[in-house]
């Protein structure tokens, strides 16, 4: 089962990717990330870590 995300849900990894890029990464943007990828889970009935591991390759590993 490919695992599917939200536009706001790359959106975020994306501004979280750039901040840790840039040495910057706040702990509410992490916080952030963290509480859409946990809801994003739970309310499409996909797991959890399926879901980060795509959200990170999907931003950090386009190709």
Excluded: N
Excluded at 20 to 26: D, E, H, K, R, S
Excluded at 46 to 54: F, G, I, K
């Amino acid at each position: 089962m490919a695992v599917e995300l939200s536009p706001e849900l790359v959106e975020l990894e994306t501004r979280a990717w750039q901040e840790i890029q840039a040495g910057q990464l706040t702990t509410e943007t992490a916080e952030a990330v963290h509480a859409a990828v946990v809801a994003h889970a739970e309310a499409t009935g996909q797991d959890r870590l399926a879901v980060e591991t795509e959200l990170k390759r999907t931003v950090r590993h386009p190709e």
